[in-house]
């Protein structure tokens, strides 16, 4: 069975430079995706203040829907969950997860690690027709020692939840500029990162490849996904266990740039 899947920061559904909603034209990006599975972080469940400012119709268009973000995001093709972390007056937002296949559990945790700074992890157990994969919903902290917190909360979460190797994705935005959290997650869980797992194109590829492996190397670098104008910074991840990489991408250009900071990464996976 193959799985297409996606992750994204979508920026709360308006525009980094100057706030102007995106709603609409992020739903039809996520569709571009053609993904089974969408892995979305700072996901606007609730904001009255720009649903009073842009949810006026106007020339017969709505710029911001009336339901939460994750559920019009949704829409008639995929089911959604919704992790509630960050609450204020006029609001919420947290993270979420749409998925092609029922949704048979979910959970939050939070792992928030101060007060001024509320994240947390979703859990989802998807119903597929060849196996129960458990997925989990990454948003970690903007401060190195939180991050170590919380990537140690994670992986408690899921040796809990998925024991026994079940199948399992992790994705989000880990924050994690130096990269060093990756190592901890492939010992600790036994899962890779999607650009580990890129097959050569070609057998020249392959023999340096196997050349490599005789030297001593840095560890895996995950993709360089922020800020989406220019990628410089490897924050967005997807680690699997039991799938096989085919493919893995950034998703590159100016429609990226406009729509959020971060850039998606598009997988697909094999179920091994």
């Not at 996520?30 to 700072?42: H, P, S, T």
């Not at 909360?153 to 130096?178: C, K, Q, Y």
């Not at 990269?179 to 050569?200: H, I, P, T, W």
């Not at 840095?218 to 993709?223: F, I, N, R």
Request: with cysteine.
């Amino acid at each position: 069975m193959k799985i297409r899947v996606a992750t994204y920061n979508i920026h709360k559904g308006v525009s980094s430079v100057r706030g102007q909603p995106r709603v609409h034209a992020l739903k039809q990006a996520i569709g571009l995706f053609d993904a089974e599975v969408v892995f979305l972080q700072e996901v606007q469940g609730r904001h009255d203040r720009h649903a009073a400012q842009y949810g006026a119709a106007s020339h017969g268009h709505r710029h911001w829907p009336d339901t939460a973000q994750h559920e019009f995001f949704a829409g008639a093709s995929h089911h959604s969950a919704y992790g509630m972390n960050a609450v204020y007056d006029h609001g919420h937002h947290g993270n979420a997860l749409l998925s092609a296949f029922p949704i048979g559990a979910t959970r939050n945790h939070d792992v928030s690690d101060h007060a001024f700074e509320q994240r947390g992890i979703l859990h989802c157990v998807l119903n597929t027709p060849a196996a129960d994969v458990h997925c989990y919903v990454v948003h970690l902290g903007l401060f190195e020692a939180g991050r170590g917190r919380q990537t140690a909360a994670l992986i408690e979460a899921v040796m809990a939840s998925a024991p026994h190797g079940e199948p399992v994705i992790i994705a989000g935005d880990f924050n994690d500029w130096r990269n060093s959290l990756g190592g901890k997650l492939r010992d600790a869980l036994g899962v890779s990162e999607v650009f580990d797992q890129r097959a050569s194109n070609s057998a020249l590829g392959d023999l340096v490849r196997q050349l490599a492996r005789r030297q001593a190397r840095p560890a895996p670098a995950p993709a360089r996904t922020f800020p989406a104008a220019l990628p410089c910074f490897r924050l967005d991840r997807i680690y699997v266990r039991g799938f096989e990489v085919e493919t893995a991408q950034v998703m590159h250009g100016t429609l990226w740039a406009r729509l959020s900071d971060h850039a998606p990464i598009v997988a697909t996976l094999k179920l091994a």
